[in-house]
């Protein structure tokens, strides 16, 4: 049964209701419509997905808490379990980026930051996952931090990179959610002709 108004705290701005609104009528049911409002809700919620979060989508997309949480933690791309900071960088941990040093990639750059796998610095400006494939072997070994790839990597251009989001006024998690909405936004016919 999908949540009562009077019994949430409602974050959507005008401009996500507007958003879904407009993603219903690209989806035949409400149901088909959970991941991209998963999308704006976790650019809503600064990128993470609250139990307040999964709580809304359910309410507005007329579905049960129980079921949008299923949806939101099967799929990776979704920051369920811990809020991933400002920056999730996701070190490519398979096997091209493995044989070319992806787990010195992933020490170096836990050292520098004071954290393991899954964890956020304390000042909540990075996080550090682990990942399957990127699918961009001939970088390897390669990162992911928001939308963009950045490899092959080695310590000076890790600590670049980390000086570069550090100067970064906007959270790449969350700017990633909002172009994802905004590609599904696009009028269905225009799809088709993106090259």
Not at 49 to 71: H, M, T
Not at 109 to 117: A, D, M, P, Q, R
Not at 129 to 142: F, I, K, M, S
């Amino acid at each position: 049964m999908p949540p009562r108004a009077e019994d949430l705290t409602l974050q959507f701005s005008d401009q996500a209701i507007s958003e879904l609104e407009a993603l219903k009528t690209h989806y035949p049911t409400l149901k088909s419509c959970i991941l991209p409002a998963l999308w704006i809700a976790q650019r809503e919620y600064g990128g993470f997905l609250s139990e307040e979060a999964i709580s809304e989508v359910a309410f507005r997309l007329k579905r049960s808490p129980a079921e949008v949480q299923g949806v939101a933690t099967f799929y990776t791309m979704y920051n369920t379990e811990h809020k991933p900071g400002k920056h999730k960088i996701e070190v490519c941990t398979c096997l091209s980026c493995h044989f070319n040093g992806a787990f010195r990639v992933r020490d170096y750059i836990s050292e520098k930051l004071g954290i393991k796998n899954l964890e956020t610095t304390e000042d909540g400006m990075f996080m550090l996952e682990e990942v399957e494939c990127l699918n961009a072997c001939n970088r390897a070994p390669v990162v992911q931090v928001g939308d963009q790839y950045y490899g092959p990597l080695d310590e000076k251009s890790i600590d670049a990179l980390l000086e570069k989001l550090r100067n970064t006024d906007e959270s790449t998690v969350t700017q990633m959610a909002d172009q994802i909405v905004q590609v599904q936004l696009m009028a269905p016919e225009r799809i088709g002709t993106i090259q």
